[in-house]
């Protein structure tokens, strides 16, 4: 049985989990980092980030905080579609 959580999060905001996706696959090949690597640094499968970043599944909060610490974003610019310089919120978090 699937998680209901992930498979609802997924099925209502499908463009989250894109934008996530494709997110997570540029960061990685701007530093050239292999999956593999990646998902070892981060503690989880390799199938685990591969289907994160193919968008085949969305990843757990506890998960979204990891990869934020990991790629060290703020966690809304995971699944914001504005950037930094645009989004509202970020930038007045960075003020205080």
């Not at 540029?26 to 499968?45: C, F, M, N, T, Y």
């Not at 193919?54 to 990891?66: N, Q, Y």
């Amino acid at each position: 049985m699937s998680d209901p959580v992930h498979s609802s999060t997924y099925e209502i905001f499908p463009s989250v989990g894109i934008l996530l996706a494709e997110r997570l696959r540029v960061w990685r090949k701007q530093r050239d980092i292999p999956i593999k690597h990646a998902a070892a640094e981060l503690g989880v499968s390799f199938a685990t980030w591969d289907h994160w970043e193919k968008g085949r599944r969305f990843p757990s909060m506890d998960d979204l905080d990891l990869l934020a610490q990991y790629l060290r974003l703020p966690p809304c610019l995971l699944l914001c579609s504005f950037t930094r310089n645009h989004c509202g919120y970020c930038p007045k978090k960075n003020k205080k």
